[in-house]
Structure formats: C-alpha cells, structure tokens
C-alpha cells in the first residue's frame, strides 16, 4: 500500500471493523479501500456515505490517532472505523454518555416496543408515525432511535441510535439487550403495553365493573394504566411474557 500514491490521487483509505461492516458491501468488508476526499469534507459525512449510520460508530481513527466527527479528511488519511462495542479506551468521546436509556422506535418495531416496555424502559412507538417526528423525538429528548431504515439513522439530529438487524421480535429485544447492555428494570412489568405509560396498582372492587366474569372469579390483583386506562393482571399472557422475558435475559448473558 503506497500512501503516497493515494495521496496524490486525492484519496484517503478506510477500514471499517466488527458489525459495522454489515453496512458495507462484501467487496468492501474486513479489508482496506480507497475514496476520494472532496475539499473539507468531514469524517462523520465521509464515513456515512460509504453506508455507514454515524449512531453506530463508536470511534474513529486517523493514522493511529483518535477524531472526532468534524475532523476534515485529508488526501492520504488512513481511517478505522470502529462500532461503539471496539471502541479502543484511548478514543474520543463521539456522544455524551447517557443517564439512563430512553427509545424511540419505527414503524416496523411493534412488537420490540412491547417488550422494552415490558422490561420498564420508556420506549415511543406509533405505528403512524413520520420518519421526521421519529427524528426529531430522538435528538431533541435524547433518545435511542431503534430502526429498520439505515437512511433515517443517518439524520443528523439523530445522537443516538441503532439499526436493528434480527427481524424477528424475540431476536430484536435479545440484540437490543446486548447492545445497550439492558437489564429489567425496577418497573418491570409497571409500564403500560400499549401506550408506554406507568401502571399503578388497583384496588379490585374499583375496577370490578370493568372485568369479564373469568378474570372477576379467577383474579384478585391488578394494575392500571394512569393514561389510557388499560387494566392488566397476571394471567396466561403474563405468564408467557415472564417466560420470554427470562428467555432473553438468558440469552444475553450468554451471548
């Protein structure tokens, strides 16, 4: 590899690592490759037009040394790119660490919002909503915008974010697991399924006009949404959620 010959071409080299490289096509992946450096073009711009959503990167290194976003590529520049679980101890920090992690989702992530909520996390979901609302909700409150769609990743005012690979839900919530190292939380099982608000626990005969006659005869404990009101008890579809819940903490442990 001569970078002398690269630089006088105008170009700068990359190399991208780990599961970044889904992002790449199979000519490109785990190896080095050339393209052309276009004025002051910056890194963050460089790297995302090369397939890569900038949320995913966890550093970048030019020529053994850490940058951030707004490095401008230079002719001759020699890049890794690392995902946010490589990211070397010796890296700039690309994003200010997160207090606690709060999602938005996309359209196509029904079932994986279900299951945050299921865990206690905050997690927005609509199943109408606009890519530029899902956007906006993810950079101005500083959420984690989990999505199908790599080009709505690559807003710029998205911070945080992650492109979620497995299509099946079960799958979905053990990778988001182990990507964000999750963990239930203490309101597992106290935030609402389907509009994502807390729960708060009920006195039966408050709600017993509400219940069909099975669940009246069979159950005494109950909670209820303060939003939209939905009432929720721990029969047959608790039981199977808690066993999928335990399922997926298992297998991100062991993943």
Avoid at 163 to 179: D, Y
Wanted: aromatic fraction near 8%; charge should be neutral; hydrophobic fraction near 40%.
């Amino acid at each position: 590899m001569n970078i002398l010959t690269v630089q006088e071409r105008g170009l700068a080299l990359i190399r991208v690592y780990g599961d970044l490289n889904d992002f790449l096509p199979p000519g490109r992946r785990e190896t080095w490759f050339e393209r052309p450096c276009k004025g002051h073009e910056t890194i963050k711009n460089l790297i995302e037009t090369c397939g890569v959503p900038h949320p995913e990167i966890g550093a970048l290194i030019v020529g053994g040394h850490p940058v951030n976003f707004d490095y401008p590529v230079q002719p001759g520049d020699m890049i890794e790119v690392f995902p946010i679980t490589m990211a070397p101890a010796s890296s700039v920090t690309l994003r200010p660490p997160l207090d606690e992690p709060r999602f938005v989702l996309d359209t196509h992530l029904g079932r994986l919002a279900a299951y945050l909520r299921m865990l206690g996390y905050d997690s927005l979901y609509w199943n109408d909503a606009h890519d530029a609302e899902l956007a906006r909700l993810a950079g101005e409150e500083r959420r984690i915008l989990l999505t199908r769609d790599r080009e709505l990743l690559k807003r710029s005012i998205v911070v945080y974010g992650s492109f979620v690979r497995e299509v099946i839900p079960a799958r979905q919530i053990v990778e988001v697991m182990r990507r964000f190292n999750l963990t239930p939380t203490s309101t597992v099982f106290q935030r609402c399924m389907r509009c994502n608000s807390l729960t708060t626990a009920v006195e039966k005969a408050d709600i017993e006009h509400l219940l069909e006659p099975r669940t009246r005869l069979y159950f005494d404990t109950f909670r209820r949404c303060i939003a939209c009101g939905k009432i929720y008890w721990q029969g047959s579809h608790y039981t199977r959620m808690a066993t999928l819940l335990e399922h997926s903490v298992r297998l991100k442990v062991e993943g």
